[in-house]
């Protein structure tokens, strides 16, 4: 009971340091508001980039299908919309419940393989090849929308003098007719009309049929997720270009549903249809939490239906997804079985990696943050019992037990510290809208924990020494206690520099191997607040012998201001000198992390270029080409200058002079990869960035000369310098080398010879490990023309420029290549020409859910740190406010005046201000370069981009100007509230 009774009487003075009371809870509250929501924003952050990643892939890798190659059946009578639905009931019942969690809906179709259109006798000849596939679908007339005719009737028999207006043949034999529609695309492709008759071999190699196109319609939104990807409903496929047999055409058509049946018999039994079952991923389900059972479930669902590998990449041209082709594609492919088509166990694997790195760095922002906190929480409370000290020697000479001073201390602690991490645990559930997570609670908890350790620890050295010792003590406890501070000290100096040895040789990702998301070292995490921990504590040692010095030397001076100030600045307690570790800390983090976040910025900036490899990249996306007109942008609105390239990736090096005149086509002996670039213009566009190419002066130069590209004069060329092993040893300069250039667009495969004048790494553009041939434009094209009296068209242009319209190149485009001097350059390739802008390119990856939390996180870092700088400057002055005007007092009595008083202020503080701050930048930077082995930035950028630590000097200089200003505001504030203190009240603080 006397414990208890002494406890409550110690409480009372809360009612006098009420003030007191109230800033601690604050910064307590903000600190566990803060470590409370960065795990939910964790999970908001990585939620958003695994749905973001979802939702970007391609539905055919996004969507769940199952195909299954269906044969000749008997015809049972009903719908094949019936018999397809109860197949994807049958199984969807048979996906894991936490896939059937993901999916919001089904899809089902049965499609035919390809029909070849044949020549119908008494009609004109066709004039390009035609294919039909016909597609029965669920729910497809709700996709799409009939623009004229009339919707399919049921299939019937009919002779072929009743459509064809002829007389009858004796003994002739009625065939089936199938109505169908076609999208308004492939109608004008196929060059069909309304009513228009075909003869149609079903399946290539099945019964003759005939096809009647009845309507025509337009497909509401071709990117919508029911048709996964599959645009050849709405867009015919253009195959077999410049080859010998022809272009084909192969359209998609919608026939009557009650034709299934009879089609499928007619086509035979060795031309099976495609009969598939989707079933569509809703991004938005799928989380951090479940993602890992999802990708094993899926892992486990192709052992049991059987794995169909992805039949495309992303960024290549769709293709069918018949029985034919994935026979083709496949030869294992079992025609019987179904199949199971996915790739999110692809994506979230992906995604694993890139968040267990995320992991590490979050936790190594959040750390700083925390660092920072603690130091000021720490703070605090080495102010608060320093100005306790005085109470506390008077209580214990008045009877007062160390045991109900202890006790008092942490009660008031915990009447402070629990409300505090209540309030902003509760605070951060409602502030961040996101999934919860078992460690908001924890580091919340731990918050709280820690300041009670804090004011306890603190306390102590008040409470724990003898009456004696208290009563002779100005200061904080010599001899032994400053020998243990001096220990431990060295101490943490020994295991900051042991952990930047760790993290340099283990890096931050302790389980690269790993599967989910793995963890991280909260040691190795945490070296860089070490690290500066440890240049603070050097710091409050090592500050005050210079000051020390400065202040003999101004001894001499006129005036006392500055010798009284810088006097009083070397003297004084620990205590008071701690607002400049907490600001050097405070400013290193802040430096450490705004360099983490330019260096992401900038591998992101050099991603851009490196992808696009200019401002404005102009390339054929689709159409009956590889190549683009050749014209003349520079007018175009913003386009400031043009460079023209032809790029082929099947070059093959001549063996003439090593075993005959044959050319390499071995399979392993890798083709080459030419380029013909105009070098002047596109170092024009490339200068000073990511991909700017360092061409030798006399690829600068244009070639003149008879008989270009020929053996006499042969073109310059840069050369790999990852020459294939297997060919021959690197040629020399000078060496002569024949290759046979080989392209869509440059029938019987010329040659040409070049001269080697140099090797290079691969430019932009071009594997590593890929061997390519460098030559300049026009020296090629002169080749290419004196053999075929043609001009070489480009495969790419690239322009520089800012906010270019895409309308407006495609219009200049169209203007120019329609015109007479190209005259057969079809529209179709113009439209066909794709525009990427660099910007976009880079916004797109700003734009992403785990590179703006990143961006953010940064940023508010550096905000929390001013913040906290702010509160540190503003406590200690507040704090010591007491015992300055105190000796302000003594002072003023000497003959001090207001403004010295002032000036007075501002020397005690303003210089280790100014030093701490001026410190915190090359601290930073150290420990950046000091950690950059062990900083794995990849995930924020690419798996396959490495990046550099960069330093952008102007922002960290700015970042430690800004803490430095919010400090300075503080003393400032401070100093002229001082300067309006009466004399008579001064003098009464000073009796």
């Known amino acids: 009971m006397a414990i208890f009774a002494s406890t409550l009487a110690l409480l009372r003075h809360l009612r006098v340091e009420r003030g007191m009371a109230v800033l601690l809870l604050l910064v307590v509250a903000v600190t566990a508001f803060i470590m409370a929501a960065v795990p939910r924003i964790y999970n908001q952050t990585l939620d958003d980039e695994l749905q973001y990643r979802v939702a970007e892939a391609p539905p055919a890798w996004?969507?769940?299908?199952?195909?299954?190659?269906?044969?000749?059946?008997?015809?049972?009578?009903?719908?094949?919309?019936?018999?397809?639905?109860?197949?994807?009931?049958?199984?969807?019942?048979?996906?894991?419940?936490?896939?059937?969690?993901?999916?919001?809906?089904?899809?089902?179709?049965?499609?035919?393989?390809?029909?070849?259109?044949?020549?119908?006798?008494?009609?004109?000849?066709?004039?390009?090849?035609?294919?039909?596939?016909?597609?029965?679908?669920?729910?497809?007339?709700?996709?799409?929308?009939?623009?004229?005719?009339?919707?399919?009737?049921?299939q019937r028999l009919i002779l072929f003098s009743e459509w064809n207006a002829t007389?009858?043949?004796?003994?002739?034999?009625?065939?089936?007719?199938?109505?169908?529609v076609l999208s308004e695309t492939s109608l004008a492709d196929l060059e069909y009309g309304l009513n228009e008759f075909a003869t149609v071999r079903m399946g290539g190699f099945g019964e003759r049929v005939y096809v009647r196109v009845v309507g025509s319609f337009?497909?509401?939104?071709?990117?919508?997720?029911?048709?996964?990807?599959?645009?050849?409903?709405?867009?015919?496929?253009?195959?077999?270009?410049?080859?010998?047999?022809?272009?084909?055409?192969?359209?998609?058509?919608?026939?009557?549903?009650?034709?299934?049946?009879?089609?499928?018999?007619?086509?035979?039994?060795?031309?099976?249809?495609?009969?598939?079952?989707?079933?569509?991923?809703?991004?938005?389900?799928?989380?951090?939490?479940?993602?890992?059972?999802?990708?094993?479930?899926?892992?486990?669902?192709?052992?049991?239906?059987?794995?169909?590998?992805q039949l495309r990449r992303p960024g290549e041209s769709d293709v069918a997804?018949?029985?034919?082709?994935?026979?083709?594609?496949?030869?294992?492919?079992?025609?019987?079985?179904?199949?199971?088509?996915?790739?999110?166990?692809?994506?979230?694997?992906?995604?694993?990696?890139?968040?267990?790195?995320?992991?590490?760095?979050?936790?190594?922002?959040?750390?700083?943050?925390?660092?920072?906190?603690?130091?000021?929480?720490g703070l605090l409370a080495a102010l608060i019992a320093d100005r306790r000290r005085g109470m506390v020697t008077l209580l214990r000479s008045r009877g007062a037990s160390k045991g109900q001073l202890v006790v008092a201390r942490l009660v008031e602690a915990l009447i402070i510290c629990v409300p505090a991490v209540l309030l902003g645990f509760a605070c951060a559930n409602i502030a961040v809208d996101a999934r919860a997570n078992p460690w908001s609670w924890r580091v919340a908890l731990a918050t709280g924990v820690l300041t009670v350790a804090l004011l306890l620890g603190t306390a102590a050295g008040n409470i724990l020494p003898g009456l004696g010792?208290?009563?002779?003590?100005?200061?904080?406890?010599?001899?032994?206690?400053?020998?243990?501070?001096?220990?431990?000290?060295?101490?943490?100096?020994?295991?900051?520099?042991?952990?930047?040895?760790?993290?340099?040789?283990?890096?931050?990702?302790?389980?690269?191997?790993?599967?989910?998301?793995?963890?991280?070292?909260?040691?190795?995490?945490?070296?860089?607040?070490?690290?500066?921990?440890?240049?603070?504590?050097?710091?409050?040692?090592?500050?005050?012998?210079?000051?020390?010095?400065?202040?003999?030397?101004?001894?001499?001076?006129?005036?006392?201001?500055?010798?009284?100030?810088?006097?009083?600045m070397a003297y004084q307690s620990t205590a008071a000198n701690l607002?400049?570790?907490?600001?050097?800390?405070?400013?290193?983090?802040?430096?450490?992390?705004?360099?983490?976040?330019?260096?992401?910025?900038?591998?992101?900036?050099?991603?851009?270029?490196?992808?696009?490899?200019?401002?404005?990249?102009?390339?054929?996306?689709?159409?009956?080409?590889?190549?683009?007109?050749?014209?003349?942008l520079t007018g175009v609105e913003g386009v400031r200058d043009q460079a023209r390239e032809f790029r082929t990736s099947n070059a093959l090096l001549s063996q003439e002079g090593l075993q005959g005149a044959e050319w390499?086509?071995?399979?392993?002996?890798?083709?080459?990869?030419?380029?013909?670039?105009?070098?002047?213009?596109?170092?024009?566009?490339?200068?000073?960035?990511?991909?700017?190419?360092?061409?030798?002066?006399?690829?600068?130069?244009?070639?003149?000369?008879?008989?270009?590209?020929?053996?006499?004069?042969?073109l310059p060329a840069v050369i790999t310098s990852a020459w294939p092993a297997d060919i021959v040893t690197p040629p020399e300069v000078g060496t002569v080398l024949h290759f046979k250039v080989s392209a869509d667009q440059l029938s019987g495969a010329p040659s040409v010879f070049v001269r080697v004048i140099g090797t290079r790494p691969a430019p932009a553009g071009v594997r590593a490990d890929a061997p390519f041939v460098l030559v300049r434009w026009d020296a090629l094209s002169a080749a290419i023309n004196a053999q075929h009296a043609r001009p070489l068209l480009p495969t790419t242009m690239y322009l520089r420029g800012e906010q270019v319209e895409p309308d407006a190149v495609q219009s200049a485009i169209a203007d120019q290549a329609l015109s007479e001097a190209l005259a057969g350059f079809g529209r179709e390739n113009i439209l066909g020409i794709q525009i990427t802008a660099r910007q976009s390119f880079l916004d797109d990856l700003r734009d992403a859910p785990l590179a703006r939390g990143l961006t953010n996180s940064f940023r508010l870092s550096v905000l929390l740190a001013a913040l906290y700088a702010a509160v540190v400057v503003i406590v200690a002055l507040a704090l010591s406010a007491r015992e300055r005007a105190r000796d302000l007092g003594y002072l003023r009595t000497l003959g001090l005046d207001s403004r010295q008083a002032v000036w007075l202020t501002m020397m005690e503080t303003v210089p280790g201000v100014l030093v701490a701050c001026g410190l915190g930048v090359p601290l930073g930077i150290a420990i950046a370069l000091l950690a950059e082995p062990g900083l794995d930035l990849r995930a924020f950028v690419g798996p396959d981009v490495p990046i550099a630590v960069l330093v952008d000097r102007p922002t960290a200089i700015a970042v430690a100007a800004g803490l430095a200003l919010v400090a300075l505001l503080a003393v400032a504030i401070f100093s002229v509230l001082a300067r309006r203190v009466q004399l008579g009240e001064v003098l009464r603080v000073g009796e």
């Open 579 to 632: 607002p400049l570790l907490v600001l050097l800390l405070a400013v290193g983090v802040s430096v450490f992390t705004s360099i983490v976040a330019y260096s992401v910025d900038q591998a992101r900036v050099d991603l851009s270029w490196t992808e696009v490899r200019a401002d404005y990249r102009l390339e054929i996306s689709e159409g009956f080409g590889t190549t683009i007109p050749d014209v003349d």
């Open 469 to 568: 010792a208290l009563l002779r003590r100005p200061g904080w406890a010599p001899g032994s206690r400053s020998l243990r501070r001096i220990i431990i000290e060295i101490v943490i100096v020994i295991i900051a520099l042991a952990g930047v040895f760790l993290l340099r040789q283990r890096g931050l990702d302790t389980d690269p191997e790993g599967e989910g998301l793995g963890g991280f070292d909260p040691f190795l995490t945490a070296v860089p607040v070490l690290l500066a921990l440890a240049a603070g504590i050097a710091l409050l040692r090592l500050y005050p012998y210079p000051v020390r010095f400065i202040a003999w030397l101004t001894r001499w001076l006129r005036g006392t201001v500055l010798f009284m100030g810088l006097r009083r």
């Open 664 to 714: 390499r086509t071995s399979g392993d002996v890798p083709p080459f990869t030419l380029l013909a670039i105009e070098p002047n213009a596109y170092t024009r566009i490339t200068s000073g960035t990511a991909v700017a190419y360092d061409y030798p002066p006399e690829l600068l130069e244009q070639q003149g000369g008879a008989e270009i590209g020929t053996v006499e004069n042969p």
């Open 62 to 154: 996004r969507n769940i299908t199952v195909t299954k190659q269906q044969r000749t059946v008997p015809d049972f009578g009903d719908s094949i919309l019936v018999r397809l639905e109860a197949g994807a009931l049958t199984y969807f019942l048979e996906l894991s419940p936490v896939i059937q969690e993901i999916v919001s809906g089904v899809g089902y179709l049965a499609e035919s393989p390809k029909s070849g259109v044949l020549q119908t006798r008494g009609q004109p000849p066709l004039e390009f090849n035609r294919s039909l596939q016909f597609r029965f679908q669920g729910e497809v007339r709700d996709h799409i929308t009939l623009t004229a005719g009339r919707w399919p009737d049921e």
């Open 218 to 309: 337009t497909v509401n939104d071709p990117e919508d997720n029911y048709w996964n990807g599959d645009t050849r409903l709405d867009e015919p496929v253009v195959a077999g270009f410049a080859t010998d047999f022809g272009e084909v055409i192969e359209a998609v058509a919608l026939p009557s549903v009650d034709s299934y049946f009879s089609m499928l018999n007619r086509a035979g039994g060795d031309n099976p249809w495609h009969n598939e079952w989707r079933f569509y991923v809703v991004a938005e389900r799928l989380t951090l939490d479940n993602y890992p059972e999802v990708a094993a479930a899926i892992r486990e669902l192709k052992i049991t239906l059987g794995p169909i590998d």
């Open 167 to 180: 007389p009858g043949a004796r003994g002739e034999t009625p065939r089936p007719l199938y109505d169908v």
């Open 321 to 377: 997804s018949t029985a034919v082709l994935a026979q083709i594609t496949f030869p294992e492919f079992d025609a019987a079985e179904p199949q199971v088509q996915n790739e999110l166990p692809r994506i979230v694997e992906s995604f694993a990696d890139q968040a267990r790195l995320t992991s590490s760095v979050i936790a190594l922002a959040t750390l700083g943050i925390l660092g920072v906190a603690l130091a000021a929480l």
